[in-house]
């Protein structure tokens, strides 16, 4: 995520790379429980996204790009999507540094603050069960 707002060479690498992120942040909960070896249970990853409203986020943005439309959601707010973006064109280097937001509940966010959150998520949740 670091990577595209540094530089990405064309809009299309940057929002996959973004969206790639959601779903793999997302994802993790099915690798943690269907790894018997971690000891995670369904159960565990469900009370973690269910407590936090930033995993519930990154669900919606994973299953939304996914699926390409969001039927149900984490957030409560169908219409949950990268809203926008701004970009910054580094003249000569064939790259442009970009910024996304994203729309939930009526509140506009950063991606890569939202990414930060979630990787802070679940690092306290894996380093809770000595998994890190």
């Keep these: 995520m670091r990577a595209v707002y540094g530089g990405a060479p064309d809009a299309d690498a940057a929002i996959d790379a973004v969206l790639s992120f959601f779903e ?3 994802h993790l909960k099915d690798w943690l429980r269907n790894d018997q070896a971690s000891g995670v249970t369904k159960d565990d ?9 930033v995993l ?10 996914k699926h390409y439309k969001l039927t149900t959601s984490q957030t409560g707010d169908l219409s949950t999507t990268i809203a926008r973006n ?16 994203t729309a939930s509940g009526g509140r506009e966010r950063d991606v890569l603050e939202i990414a930060e959150d979630a990787v802070n998520e679940w690092r306290g949740f894996l380093s809770g069960r000595h998994l890190i």
Excluded: E, M
């Excluded at 580094?90 to 996304?100: E, H, S, V």
């Design 86 to 101: 701004d970009v910054a064109v580094l003249i000569g280097t064939g790259t442009a540094k970009y910024r996304f937001y």
């Design 45 to 53: 990853v469900h009370s973690l996204i269910d407590g936090s409203s």
């Design 24 to 26: 793999s942040a997302h």
């Design 56 to 65: 519930q986020l990154c669900a919606d943005l994973a299953n939304g790009s």
